[in-house]
């Protein structure tokens, strides 16, 4: 081992810290469809951004107005117009036949139950 002696106690108790920093720094939040704990970094609270990590959001109405002007803003600024370019691109790339068909079905529906 690089020149250096480690009797069986250190190399113990060397493992045993790297295994309890790795614990540490994970999430290890149990998921309830495997039973396995959560392997995401885990922020300073203990938890990931999944499983409690982050914030909640505003609680008062002062801070909801402020998301709600900051949202906005956001808007405004171009993000609207790249998510309609996006929109338009899905369409044109096959997402009107989707649509189509849901109103299709969406007409049928409506006969089926008009007609009982």
């Not at 495997?34 to 990931?48: I, Y």
């Not at 909640?56 to 909801?64: D, S």
Request: hydrophobic share 30%.
């Amino acid at each position: 081992m690089l020149g250096i002696h480690l009797d069986w106690d250190t190399h113990a108790q060397a493992k045993l810290k790297g295994s309890e920093m790795k614990s540490k720094t994970k999430c290890g939040a149990y998921a309830r469809s495997t039973g396995r704990p959560c392997r995401a970094k885990a922020l300073s609270n203990g938890r990931c951004r999944n499983h409690g990590g982050l914030s909640t959001g505003p609680k008062t109405p002062e801070g909801r107005q402020a998301i709600a002007k900051a949202t906005t803003q956001r808007m405004a600024s171009g993000q609207q117009k790249r998510a309609l370019e996006g929109f338009y691109a899905w369409i044109e790339g096959g997402g009107r036949l989707v649509l189509s068909s849901l109103a299709k079905t969406r007409e049928r529906l409506k006969r089926w139950r008009h007609a009982e």
